[in-house]
């Protein structure tokens, strides 16, 4: 059970990074009978909150009455919550939850940023069942 979440969270943010890709890379012409209307979404021009919305819509098929992954933002920070339910979970799973979640946290921004410009920064954080913070980091542009 340990081993099987520690691999669902390191695929969660795998497929996170690979989403934040493939939104921001959508080009297209759209022409009608009465106007003409060029839309181009190119890399980069993705909203923050039409990508929260995406990432919900993904991780709430994934959640269970163990884990619970939510995006949302603060301002222009976009957060990834991880809720643990299950009792003595997030003890279990310790350290190597935590280095595989915040291990991708660079390049978590990195790639969220090219998509999303308006992102400031992305904070990774770890929950209990009640809400309490048990963990958290936030990462930005690296100097």
């Known amino acids: 059970m340990k081993k099987t979440l520690i691999i ?15 939104c921001g ?10 106007t003409t209307t060029t839309t181009t979404e190119a890399a980069g021009t ?7 919305e995406t990432q919900n819509g993904i991780f ?33 799973l310790g350290v ?9 946290g660079q390049l978590l921004f990195d ?3 090219a998509a999303v410009p308006e992102i400031t920064a992305v ?5 209990d069942a009640g809400g309490t913070v048990l963990q958290s980091q936030e990462f930005t542009a690296q100097d």
């Not at 959508?26 to 009465?34: C, F, H, I, K, P």
């Not at 190597?96 to 991708?104: F, T």
């Open 96 to 104: 190597n939850a935590w280095d595989n979640a915040a291990g991708e």
């Open 123 to 127: 904070k990774i954080v770890f929950e």
């Open 8 to 22: 669902a969270l390191a695929t969660v943010l795998t497929a996170s990074m690979m989403l934040f890709a493939a």
């Open 46 to 52: 993705a909203s923050l909150q039409d990508f929260v």
């Open 60 to 92: 709430s098929s994934m959640n269970s009455e163990e884990l619970a992954i939510v995006v949302s933002s603060e301002g222009t920070t976009l957060v990834y919550t991880y809720q643990f339910f299950a009792d003595g979970l997030y003890e279990d």
């Open 111 to 113: 790639t969220a940023k």
């Open 25 to 34: 890379n959508n080009s297209e012409d759209q022409t009608t009978e009465e």
